[in-house]
């Protein structure tokens, strides 16, 4: 558990990580060539190393060398996925699109991780079925046969990121071009893409909701650091924001954010961005309206933090989660908190005002990083338990808010 001392100002200056969404898939890709990857700055978080033991289970050989993680597969032989594993991590179902890529075949379980909702993989296999994949679901297991692997037109019925990163995946070695309509056109779509073109991949066209793949016969071997963590950054500018604090954020990707950095302006903070920094002050706030959406929206992932921030805002905010249906398992939380929180479906109407400590459980990860921006803004002290679930997206969230001027303990 946190135990945090609520009242203290965040401020101070902090770079960026490298972002989980980005590296999940980027750590599956590495098995599509046989020659060493190495990822610079990879984050040590519980979801990254669950996605390297996947990887060791499957023959790749895994070194760590300081922050930066050396990725071997040539000696990788098994297609299948060992199922106590990929229940622990919903990014699993990422090694469908590399296993079919290199073994032509692949036998996974369903993915576990935060319950927010129905997350059905369907579109997953929908766009593999369309590049030639035969499909076979029983007893939980998916059972995938690429030996018609080739190259189509994929439609996605919904920009799904986690189908769009699949898809990529598995067409790169495919013979022909693969064209992925609706695709998603998040920040870590594109980089994917860059990932992959720097072992020699021919993708273009990620960020935008038209990727096309053209097949290339092998890959190589590179040297990669990914993005920043925006949802990291995002969650950071909302804590300094609701404790009146000002952060200066280095190695940021103000672009990625901006329709988080909007609301925060409406929500009253100053917010300057240079190219790779973000500053913010705040001082007197206001309520605000946040609505959910894919990128270039608001994101889903930050919807949590965001109720945090507007408990802690006098006046009626309004928040709308059109993503998922059920991401509102904080609210009961933070209430403990003092919060006023009204519900109604996929609407939240927030009354803030003050908040004080207690004892609280994180039901999910972003849903945990919420509670504990509510404690930083709180009067008093609170626990907040189940930071196991923090973990699997902020590497060390208490170092890091400790260095801002926070009181966090890991107990």
């Not at 290199?102 to 927010?116: H, K, L, M, N, Q």
């Not at 959406?293 to 930050?302: E, H, R, S, V």
């Not at 060390?396 to 303990?409: F, I, K, P, R, T």
């Amino acid at each position: 558990m946190f135990l945090v001392k609520g009242g203290r100002r965040l401020c101070g200056e902090m770079e960026v990580a490298c972002a989980k969404n980005a590296v999940l898939p980027i750590l599956a890709a590495a098995m599509l060539t046989d020659e060493p990857v190495t990822i610079e700055d990879c984050p040590n978080l519980v979801d990254a190393r669950n996605m390297l033991s996947i990887l060791e289970t499957l023959g790749c050989r895994v070194e760590a060398r300081g922050k930066n993680v050396v990725l071997d597969a040539s000696r990788a032989e098994s297609h299948e996925m060992p199922e106590q594993l990929s229940k622990r991590l919903r990014s699993s179902i990422f090694m469908l699109g590399p296993l079919i890529g290199r073994f032509r075949r692949a036998r996974v379980s369903y993915p576990g991780g935060c319950e927010i909702g129905q997350r059905p993989i369907d579109l997953h296999l929908k766009g593999l079925r369309a590049l030639g994949v035969t499909i076979r679901e029983a007893h939980g297991m998916i059972e995938c046969d690429g030996a018609r692997l080739r190259g189509a037109d994929v439609y996605l019925d919904f920009p799904s990121v986690g189908a769009t990163e699949n898809v990529m995946m598995a067409a790169v070695l495919a013979r022909g071009k693969t064209t992925i309509h609706n695709a998603a056109r998040e920040p870590e779509i594109r980089d994917l893409q860059n990932f992959i073109n720097a072992l020699g991949g021919r993708v273009h066209g990620g960020g935008s909701d038209r990727v096309v793949i053209e097949g290339v016969k092998a890959l190589g071997g590179a040297r990669y650091r990914p993005l920043p963590d925006r949802i990291v950054a995002g969650t950071l500018l909302a804590a300094a924001a609701a404790t009146r604090g000002e952060v200066h954020l280095r190695r940021a990707c103000p672009g990625d954010l901006g329709a988080v950095l909007d609301k925060l302006r409406q929500a009253g903070c100053e917010v300057e961005s240079g190219e790779t920094e973000i500053f913010l002050r705040a001082r007197t706030l206001r309520p605000f309206e946040v609505s959910t959406q894919p990128f270039p929206g608001f994101p889903t992932d930050l919807q949590a933090q965001f109720m945090a921030l507007a408990c802690a805002v006098e006046g009626a905010s309004v928040i709308v989660e059109n993503v998922f249906e059920n991401r509102f398992a904080h609210a009961a939380q933070l209430r403990r908190m003092g919060a006023d929180i009204f519900l109604s479906g996929r609407l939240a109407v927030v009354r803030g005002g003050k908040l004080y400590g207690a004892d609280v459980q994180a039901g999910d990860l972003r849903g945990g990083a919420a509670l504990v921006i509510a404690a930083l803004a709180a009067e008093g002290e609170s626990r907040v338990e189940n930071v196991e679930l923090i973990d699997r997206g902020y590497e060390s969230l208490e170092n890091m808010l400790a260095a801002l001027g926070a009181s966090v303990q890991r107990i």
